[in-house]
DNA sequence: TTGCTTAAGTAAAACGTTTTACTAAAAAGG
DNA sequence: CCTTTTTAGTAAAACGTTTTACTTAAGCAA
């Protein structure tokens, strides 16, 4: 059938190959075979390429008749014509893709936001790809450097540490660039981050109110933001609440090794009056959870725990975890949504969005001495 | 057939040349302002395009002097020049792209896939497009529709269920088409796999040695190869030793819902010798774990239970839980290295590959009885 | 000298778009 | 009836590469 429609002025021509291709039932097989262009639509209509350009861009408004209009429409959609993307790329210097750089795309809190991003992404016609930095900077510019000649319309950062100068010279060179999770407190910058501070603060203070006295801190030695702004937020609301605050620093990469087991060990024998710990990832409370249960302490009778960033496991654990929990799908969405915005704008200089979300303190058997009937509530 | 009627009756009278036109150039200020092009490298060493092209492209041998190749590559580094990728995807009509297609990538066991190969491919010259199918046909045709026209070398696909067809047509378009996780036993497809029917043979094994005796199988009601291949293997595991067979197989969407932990309750009820559970995923094992915890039973002493796939969760477990653990590395490892011979290959029909790698159990206290000394043992 | 080979390079077409600047015909204005 | 405006389109340049087919000069054998 479709054979009927290509007729036109072409006639002859098709009909000398006709012959001897009907016996193979469809005489545009050819066609499927080889990449339709849009030079192929226009010459099948009749029309030029200019003509069929404006119509799949939306710019055919007040230029071409409706009636066009509708016949390029229906016959792309017929061919199942679509542009092809390097030539638009080439064309354009978009490319309708975002970079997101995580620190680790195999960490169930990155992945999960990276999949909800892809998915409001996809809706609105971008594609994107991760990548790993590992919290390495040399790595972060490797990758850096391999995706600056791509044409990639911006890029969502978790960067490494020391990583503010990099940033700034992306910005510098007109690049559009969203940090997440970590920032610099610099005004010219773009970022979605979670408020830490006072979901630290969430946490203390309801431990406090539980009857904790001695609650410990155990974090991560590190200059990111979200690192400082707990350690932060912790010790500001235990000396707000007349407590004296205690608290362990580890290096990141002794955090699953026998060394970070052994200092978070000596912490608990230099301060046997540790009642509770908020635990400031989620590693360094994995890691803590293997020693105290190896060393006999009880959850929540000896000790009451908190940690950063709710995992199913935590869920499952005996006793269960409390859980300071990061609301993923609206850090995705205002990631997505914020991107979006600044490639939309027309203006070299768009407004830029600061964006801090509160935690949420999700509180289960680990941190709750009296042990009433409120387990799992949310506050 | 019908490219003949484009035919060429515009040839051109445009060898006027405008040598000084663009000529005017201040070599500072260019530089860094605009991104810098073949063009602009060839200019500045008074060389031809084409000979740049050459060297970049590792085509110079015997056609160009190595002096002059020395010249263009120490420039070339100098400058910080790199091709426009669009414009080289244009032209070659590749784009260095492969898209991971998988059922969720914030799955643990897909993220952490998807970051292995991610690394791999990148020091490839490679970069990976992730999605999620969620196992649904409609989106990934959705996915497909949207990346068929978008120059990807090469798809590596975790199909849903019903997709033959779809992966069929997919090389018949002459497409790289690899296949994840699950196959369909068709010798002209590529596939990386586990060996799922051993992978559950080992596992009962395991339990039977342990001196359990009423194993059931509780697995996903599916119709994708590992669902099956898991519920054969163990069927033939427990009839091979004349043991009775109890299989429960649960809907995809009741997993996580009130409605599989009911229907997992009912299995226990009904069925009061069970012993022992193999579950054949991840989540049926964590909705089963918190229904056993919740109607009181002990493991391993009144129920042994061995999963699939690793997860932290199952290490931190009380008592930690027995699993067949799936070979991360060596699966990314395979996907990447086949799909690269794909990508290498300058044949038509490259050589297919089929890999079936064998899954990993890991012992521990929640299949172990005698809990003697080798808790975490690997076998 | 002539003719052949090799070495070292270049011109120009092509990939598939978007977009600027044009045109031809019809409609409107006077 | 002429001029202007509007409508509905089109031609061709440009984006930055790769690649085919050429050129030009030198070397060399006879």
Redesign the pocket.
């Known amino acids: 059938m479709s054979g009927l429609l290509c007729a036109c002025q072409f006639d002859s021509i098709l009909n000398q190959v006709s012959e001897h291709t009907k016996s193979a039932k469809n005489p545009k097989m050819k066609k499927d075979q080889s990449?339709?262009?849009?030079?192929d639509v226009?010459r099948e209509l009749?029309?030029?390429?200019?003509?069929?350009?404006?119509i799949?861009?939306n710019?055919a408004k007040?230029?071409?008749?409706d009636?066009?209009?509708k016949k390029v429409e229906d016959y792309i959609e017929k061919v199942g014509?679509?542009?092809?993307a390097?030539?638009?790329s080439?064309?354009?210097?978009k490319s309708n893709t975002i970079v997101f750089m995580a620190e680790d795309i195999s960490d169930p809190f990155f992945s999960t936001i990276a999949k909800e991003m892809e998915d409001l992404a996809f809706n609105n016609g971008y594609k994107i790809i991760y990548c790993s930095t590992e919290n390495k900077k040399e790595r972060a510019l490797e990758l850096l450097s391999t995706f600056k000649d791509r044409q990639i319309d911006a890029f969502i950062i978790t960067p490494p540490e020391d990583f503010e100068d990099e940033i700034n010279a992306l910005i510098a060179e007109n690049r559009k660039i969203v940090l997440f999770d970590r920032h610099y407190n610099d005004p010219n910058h773009n970022y979605v981050v979670l408020d830490n501070y006072n979901s630290c603060g969430k946490a203390v203070k309801s431990l406090l109110e539980e009857g904790f006295e001695n609650i410990a801190f155990v974090g991560l030695e590190s200059n990111l933001s979200p690192m400082k702004e707990r350690l932060e937020g912790y010790m500001d609301a235990v000396k707000n609440n007349q407590k004296h605050p205690i608290s362990l620093l580890i290096k990141f990469d002794e955090v699953k090794s026998a060394k970070g087991k052994q200092v978070f060990e000596n912490l608990l024998k230099e301060h046997p009056n540790i009642d509770a710990i908020l635990f400031s990832t989620n590693s360094l409370a994995i890691t803590g959870l293997r020693v105290l249960r190896e060393v006999g302490k009880r959850l929540p009778e000896d000790i009451g725990v908190i940690t950063f960033d709710d995992r199913e496991l935590f869920e499952l654990h005996s006793p269960p975890i409390s859980v300071v929990s990061q609301p993923v799908s609206e850090l995705a969405e205002e990631l997505i949504k914020g991107t979006l915005n600044l490639l939309k704008s027309r203006s070299k200089s768009p407004k830029l969005f600061q964006v801090s979300l509160p935690g949420k303190l999700i509180l289960r058997k680990s941190s709750m001495l009296e042990s009433g009937a409120a387990s799992g509530k949310t506050k």
């Open positions: 990449k339709i262009s849009i030079k226009a009749g029309l030029s390429i200019t003509t069929i350009s404006f799949i861009n710019k007040n230029r071409i008749s009636e066009v209009i014509y679509k542009p092809n390097s030539a638009q080439l064309r354009t210097g």
